[in-house]
């Protein structure tokens, strides 16, 4: 294969890769019904006037596979910090005890589970569509190398090399939306 062709297929492969760490990122947040401290990362908490990310300002942890704790780096943020919470509508009941914040995470239902087994499809597909649109334009470019002197063989070669990139991600994605639903459905 010319070099071109290599230069295509790379720049495909990273935009196939974004839409992977994307769908991860957004696979972290469908809250599986055990305690994660990833599930705050959306909370932006007022810090003197500033919304601050929730890790910026305190301590993030798991008690046990039911519970978060936040502990602030500054006792003043207690009330900021579950203000936050309630406000990211995250579905979680904040208790603050003065020391820091104790959420406990509410036991999924079977519908809500099914609920978020569709989330997580409908992500999974936002991927497929980002890959696919990756392919779209790989090919495009292939197709323009015919001016360039390219043969057909060699662009069907190439078409085919973007094919089984794409195969390939779309499979990555099933598989981690599988995992997901797994996840999900574990009681």
């Not at 780096?73 to 820091?100: C, H, S, V």
């Not at 890959?131 to 662009?155: C, P, S, Y």
Request: net charge negative.
């Amino acid at each position: 294969m010319s070099e071109e062709v290599d230069m295509i297929l790379e720049e495909s492969e990273t935009g196939m890769q974004k839409a992977i760490s994307h769908l991860n990122q957004q696979l972290s947040k469908v809250r599986a019904g055990r305690a994660n401290p990833s599930m705050l990362d959306t909370v932006k908490v007022d810090y003197y006037g500033a919304p601050t990310p929730l890790s910026q300002v305190a301590n993030v942890s798991t008690l046990d596979s039911r519970t978060l704790t936040v502990q602030p780096w500054e006792k003043a943020l207690l009330d900021e910090i579950t203000k936050a919470i309630i406000n990211a509508n995250l579905g979680l009941n904040p208790q603050n005890n003065g020391e820091l914040i104790i959420i406990s995470v509410p036991v999924l239902t079977e519908d809500r589970r099914k609920d978020l087994v569709k989330k997580a499809k409908s992500e999974g597909e936002h991927a497929k569509v980002g890959v696919r649109t990756q392919r779209k334009e790989a090919n495009d470019m292939v197709k323009g190398l015919k001016d360039e002197g390219f043969g057909e063989d060699a662009i069907k070669d190439a078409e085919l090399e973007v094919q089984n990139l794409t195969n390939k991600y779309i499979s990555k994605i099933d598989e981690l939306v599988s995992n997901k639903e797994t996840d999900i459905m574990k009681v």
